[in-house]
């Protein structure tokens, strides 16, 4: 009869990685000990992200179509809302309310950004805004480099589990527990409706030019891993890229190039100063095409409450003028002020 393997053989640590693939909570030795450990990269656990970069290769054979590159630019947008509308300004920071079914679909659209379930998102999220730029600060380029903050803390062993007791609030729906835990089941159904909805229109609509490994290829691993590395420019450049109005302890920036390609995320001072508005940008001036979105959802009935920007934020914008001192030294920066800020 064989010995059992010890927690920590390699072999054990592969095949508990191979599990978690699709039960994300599967963390023998329990989850804190794990986070406890330091960073190292989990090469068995990452496969199906380094997947999800070699899938894009697809292209290369199957060629391309006015409609797999319009899907794959459409759903680039559309769930870029997801992560930003839904991931973060709904489950990491709750600025504007919803009913438990709404919450439910929300989960379910974000799901399909695969970027793991919200309740991981929302967990890795509030603790970058609580250590911002510290030492406890997973992905913060000051501590960590710029390709750490950007992907590295993410195939880190002690980054995978989803620590539920700092989101009590969002623990205690059994379905969200239940979407974060098995956060491959959207995808994988996302991406074989993709490839079905392909099949289809290659049979019953030849004129399009289209086939199934192209919307495979281009609307799933094209649009979705630039997706992620979108996402990411907000770990990463938003902390090094921009202009600073607020004097926030931690090194944000506001960019409205990456505003631009993050549906407003880029106005990142303005989120650490005001975590809680539903709004990034903060004037009219300041792009941001998630709460013009999350506004019209409100119009539905699906979404209400949008919380504002509060007056004495806005005056502490005002009252700080032109210049924002930096947080950390060598990345001074200038907040032009636009003609009407005040
Ligand atoms: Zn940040
Ligand atoms: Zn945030």
Known sequence: MSRPLPSTSPHRRALAALVQWFDADHAPG?????????DGVEWVRCIPFLILHAGCLIVLWAGWSPVAVGTAVALYFARMFAVTGIYHRYFSHKTYRTS???????????????????????????????????????????????????LGWITSRRNFPTDYSKIRDLEKFPE???????????????????????????????????????????????????LFHGTSCINSLAHLLGRRRFPT????????????????????????????????????????????????????????????VPASVLAEAAAAGRVAAPARPGGAGIESAPPSCA
């Open 249 to 308: 302890a931690d090194a944000s920036r506001n960019s409205w190039i990456l505003a631009l390609i993050t549906l407003g995320e880029g106005w990142h001072n303005n989120h650490h100063r005001y975590m809680h508005a539903t709004r990034q940008g903060f004037y009219w001036w300041e792009f941001d095409p998630t709460y013009y979105g999350l506004k019209l959802l409100s119009f539905t009935g699906l979404i209400w409450d949008l919380r504002p």
């Open 30 to 38: 329990g989850a804190e000990k794990i986070r406890a450990e330091p």
């Open 100 to 150: 438990r079914a709404g919450q439910f679909l929300l989960g379910l659209w974000g799901a399909t950004a695969v970027q793991r379930g919200a309740l991981w998102w929302a967990y890795h999220h509030r603790n970058h805004h609580q250590h911002a730029d510290g030492p406890d600060d997973v992905h913060s380029p000051h501590v960590h480099g710029f390709w750490w903050s950007h």
């Open 176 to 226: 969200l527990v239940w979407l974060n835990r098995f956060d491959t089941v959207v995808p994988i159904l996302f991406a074989t409706a993709l490839w079905g909805a392909g099949w289809l229109l290659e049979r019953h609509a030849p004129g399009l030019h289209t086939t199934r490994w192209q919307l495979l290829g281009w609307g799933f691993f094209v649009s979705t891993t630039c």
